[in-house]
């Protein structure tokens, strides 16, 4: 296993896993958009609505992946850890110049037409993303009778400016495994993974067991990790307990340690029928006073 100055020292090369903090602009037309960050008080003063459970902090890396533009994954190889960079990127090495042949007019007929225009929140406005024929686009003008969408990537044309730090190398095998997890599908604090010479086991958490997503994701997280940590063996474990009754495990709570649950006292039988308000739950069936007395 490398040492722990290995991950901290020295710079990053094409297929490290690290972890990488980053702030990521675009610039141009007379504004300065935020595109991505890892540090939530940057999102707060770009005013930037962010999804509900965003996690904050360093994220993992693979450098030279594919979550950047190719020329900011390239700029980031050969970059010393721990290290602070900034870079700016022209159109073309970033999101890419604006075509105006993605830029196209469809009626109102057309649109209206649209699985996400039939919802009963469905909101048509400038800014509204549609996806027609598998492509995403911008609503950029509209009227009563045509729908202007802009196909082009939410950034092209545009400057993009980034400030960069890769605070280490992930080298220890369950952290390395737990990265891949939170790249490919996310939430990979939740699993569990234990790591033990060749094998790698993986406890799936409840949540993503019925999850399609995690099921579409499983085939990429096995082959990133069969390329990183070259196991022989990835075991993937789900369980499913079955629930106890609640009423057993709060009696079960409250006895003590050690010490079954006493059974609860039932009411003697009488010959007198109580209201069914006073009934105890626990009450057998009634026996005649007859079959109930002692023989002499």
Avoid: C
């Avoid at 604006?98 to 406005?125: C, G, K, Q, T, V």
């Avoid at 059974?263 to 069936?285: C, F, Q």
């Amino acid at each position: 296993m490398p040492s722990e100055a290995a991950s901290t020292h020295g710079v990053t090369k094409t297929g490290d896993l690290v972890h990488l903090e980053y702030d990521l602009w675009a610039e141009g037309g007379g504004r300065t958009d935020l595109i991505d960050t890892t540090h939530e008080e940057v999102a707060q003063k770009a005013n930037t609505a962010t999804p509900e459970g965003t996690k904050w902090g360093p994220r993992p890396h693979v450098i030279g992946g594919e979550y950047f533009p190719g020329a900011i994954e390239a700029a980031l190889a050969g970059v010393a850890v721990g290290e602070e960079i900034v870079r700016e990127f022209a159109p073309a090495d970033a999101f890419g110049e604006r075509d105006p042949n993605l830029i196209e007019l469809f009626s109102m007929h057309e649109i209206s037409r649209l699985p996400e225009m039939r919802r009963e929140d469905a909101h048509l406005d400038l800014g509204t993303v549609l996806t027609i024929e598998g492509r995403r686009g911008r609503v950029v003008t509209l009227t009563a009778a045509r729908v202007r969408v802009d196909f082009n990537p939410p950034y092209a044309g545009r400057k993009v400016r980034g400030t960069f730090k890769v605070l280490d190398r992930i080298t220890e095998p369950a952290e390395q495994v737990r990265g891949i997890l939170e790249l490919q599908y996310g939430r990979g604090s939740e699993f569990h993974v234990e790591t033990h010479e060749k094998t790698i086991t993986i406890k799936v958490p409840d949540r993503s067991k019925f999850d399609i997503s995690w099921m579409a994701t499983k085939p990429r997280v096995i082959d990133r990790i069969r390329t990183t940590l070259h196991p022989q063996v990835i075991r993937l474990v789900e369980e499913y307990v079955t629930p106890t009754p609640e009423k057993a495990q709060v009696e079960a709570k409250d006895a003590p340690k050690g010490k079954a649950p006493e059974p609860k006292e039932t009411a003697p039988a009488t010959t007198d029928a109580a209201p069914a308000s006073e009934a105890p739950a626990t009450r057998h069936p009634r026996k005649s006073a007859k079959a109930s007395a002692p023989t002499e």
